[in-house]
Nanobody, 123 residues
Framework: QVQLVESGGGLVQAGGSLRLSCAAS????????MGWYRQAPGKQRELVAR???????TYADSVKGRFTISRDNAKNTAYLQMNSLKPEDTAVYYC?????????????????WGQGTQVTVSS
């Protein structure tokens, strides 16, 4: 089983910065990807940033140049540095990870979501 612990959300003024962390733990054999998604009220969940094995990153157009995703493979932790925050960045941010876990019946693929952390940007 894999557990995800998110931290770093909060309230910040427009133009400010926040750093989100997502730590994965448990019977992890390997992680393929870690990413951050967000969901604002009344809107669908959308990809914010994603990093896969080898360090290849993907960003939503709306955050390019402002957000940076990184990963510490030794700690199975992903970080999302968010700079120049805007009110439209306000949402619940969810961490997602997928990979391979070791179970009692062998190695199985997994895909887990964190509980979400609120980011609120005031104007």
């Amino acid at each position: 089983q894999v557990q995800l612990v998110e931290s770093g959300g909060g309230l910040v003024q427009a133009g400010g910065s926040l750093r989100l962390s997502c730590a994965a733990s448990g019977s992890i054999f390997g992680i393929n990807a870690m990413g951050w998604y967000r969901q604002a009220p009344g809107k669908q969940r959308e990809l914010v940033a994603r990093i896969i094995t080898g360090g290849v990153t993907t960003y939503a157009d709306s955050v390019k140049g402002r957000f940076t995703i990184s990963r510490d493979n030794a700690k199975n932790t992903a970080y999302l540095q968010m700079n120049s925050l805007k009110p439209e960045d306000t949402a619940v941010y969810y961490c997602n990870t997928n990979g391979v876990a070791v179970t009692s019946i062998g190695k199985l693929n997994y895909d887990y979501w964190g509980q979400g952390t609120q980011v609120t940007v005031s104007s």
